[in-house]
């Protein structure tokens, strides 16, 4: 049994089908265990089973089953249900795990994320970087033209970082004017080369002030990798944010690793 929650980590799924009656643990033992997980308590989960017994049924239910096909299994009704019900998990989970104003990953869901393919980096030897990025003088932005205009400031950084990285990297925004980018199999200098062409592109980009007048903002960066770097995520993230301190320490509008 605990080895299904460590699979569930693993890949990560949109719904999982058991069946009722297994070998070893039930299929009902399996809905209270992953109902009982902090982070899995809400994935959908469809029951199996030949028992057409209301009782039965009522059980399933009552084990933390979200739904329920009796055998013979109509391979049309399953294939509908089935992915109904994935597609509904995915924009749940993405409601969840994202930022409204950015679309980026929050904080949590990107250390999950980073953690894991930090270590699966670590056991092929690849090299793995994050770096850290901050809005330069963002709360005189707020200041002179107003919240909205920064809210639209924070949304096109947020675009420009998604959109300017890979598909296998990620970003997140890690609190206020704060991002926090993964650079999967990146070394040092690879990473310093795309944090300064996204600096070059975000510089590049004219924001509409409150007065109608064109405004441009900056950012600091700060890059660590898992080449120079030994340690978990957090620790990775941390050396990361100490070299973002750096950068404004030395005048902002620079990336430093």
């Known amino acids: 049994a605990s080895d299904c929650l460590a699979e569930l980590d693993r890949h990560e799924p949109d719904l999982v089908m058991l069946d009722l009656m297994m070998p070893i643990v039930s299929g009902l033992d399996l809905c209270r265990l992953i109902r009982s997980s902090a982070r899995w308590c809400e994935l959908p989960l469809v029951a199996v089973t030949a028992w057409t017994d209301p009782e039965v049924r009522a059980t399933a239910y009552r084990a933390g089953a979200d739904d329920y096909l009796a055998k013979p299994l109509v391979e049309e009704e399953l294939g509908a249900r089935i992915v109904k019900r994935a597609q509904r998990a995915s924009q749940d989970r993405d409601v969840r795990e994202r930022d409204g104003l950015t679309d980026l990953l929050l904080r949590s869901p990107f250390l999950h994320r980073t953690e894991q393919l930090l270590a699966a980096a670590r056991r092929r030897a690849a090299s793995f970087c994050v770096a850290m990025v901050d809005i330069d003088h963002f709360k005189q932005v707020n200041d002179t ?45 690879q990473a310093q080369r795309v944090l300064h062409r996204l600096l070059d592109t975000v510089q590049a980009f004219g924001f509409n002030g409150a007065q109608n007048q064109i405004f441009h903002v900056s950012f600091s960066g700060g890059v660590a990798c898992s080449e120079t770097t030994p340690g978990n995520a957090s620790t990775l993230i941390a050396q990361a944010d100490q070299a973002l301190y750096r950068a404004k320490a030395a005048g902002r509008q620079r990336i430093l690793s």
């Not at 919240?147 to 206020?176: K, S």
């Open 145 to 189: 033209h107003g919240h909205l205009v920064g809210d639209q400031v924070l949304a096109a950084v947020g675009r420009i970082l998604r959109q300017g990285v890979r598909t296998e990297d990620f970003c997140a925004r890690w609190g206020g004017e704060e991002f926090a980018i993964a650079l999967v199999g990146s070394s040092t200098d």
